[in-house]
Antibody
Framework: EVQMWESGGGLVQPGESLRLSCAAS????????VTWVRQAPGRGLEWVSGISARGDTIYYADSVKGRFTISRDNSKKMVFLQMNSLRADDTAVYYC????????WGRGTLVTVSS | QSVLTQPPSASGTPGQRVTISCSGSSSNIGGHTVSWHQHLPGTAPKLLIF???QRPSGVPDRFSASVSGTSASLAISGLQSEDEADYYCAAWDGSLNGLLFGGGTKLTVL
């Protein structure tokens, strides 16, 4: 089955770091743009970041710029989201999706930032 | 607050046709293609429409969409109970250099 999935979520305290991973099956993730989107409790979808297939084009939402870093390891066919200086308002389900327009989504991983 | 504006809720009875609007600006809908996504809480969101009005394979033709100027709309005809979900429009914004999502519309099938 063609699918994507996220891993690495969890409970952290404010100021701490977490790294999310995104992988896929039945297609070569290395040849696709990957986008990260999050949904805070009771809120709508919010775009976080995106990275081109070769990793040479990267964009971030203003809300995470300077704190989050997106990267990819095409030899391992994985994409990462390094999240530093986490804040309570970063609490959300984080989804990875394929392409700039998100034609395929993962089921998400929950990140909770709380003391 | 989303730059793409959607009504927070919509409703209809089985068999009816409902439309959901999405209002933006020249830097997003007016200059870039629109996609629509369906999301049931606890599940992976699903792409319904891309490139303004194209359906991926497997999406029923009950779902259609259009764009006019800086506004977009999603229409669902022959409403079914399984259509009850949250619907989001999305478009790239050339000024922000990022993907914008609308605030989402919760569709209730009465």
């Amino acid at each position: 089955e063609v699918q994507m999935w996220e891993s690495g979520g969890g409970l952290v305290q404010p100021g701490e770091s977490l790294r999310l991973s995104c992988a896929a099956s039945e297609f070569n993730l290395s040849t696709f743009v990957v986008t990260w989107v999050r949904q805070a409790p009771g809120r709508g979808l919010e775009w976080v970041s995106g990275i081109s297939a070769r990793g040479d084009t990267i964009y971030y939402a203003d809300s995470v710029k300077g704190r989050f870093t997106i990267s990819r390891d095409n030899s391992k066919k994985m994409v990462f989201l390094q999240m530093n200086s986490l804040r309570a308002d970063d609490t959300a389900v984080y989804y990875c999706a394929r392409a700039w327009y998100c034609d395929l989504w993962g089921r998400g991983t929950l990140v909770t930032v709380s003391s | 607050q989303s730059v793409l504006t959607q009504p927070p809720s919509a409703s209809g009875t089985p068999g009816q046709r409902v439309t959901i609007s999405c209002s933006g600006s020249s830097s997003n809908i007016g200059g870039h293609t629109v996609s629509w996504h369906q999301h049931l809480p606890g599940t992976a969101p699903k792409l319904l429409i891309f490139n303004n009005n194209q359906r991926p394979s497997g999406v029923p033709d009950r779902f259609s969409a259009s764009v006019s100027g800086t506004s977009a709309s999603l229409a669902i005809s022959g409403l079914q109970s399984e259509d009850e979900a949250d619907y989001y429009c999305a478009a790239w914004d050339g000024s922000l250099n990022g993907l914008l999502f609308g605030g989402g519309t919760k569709l209730t099938v009465l």
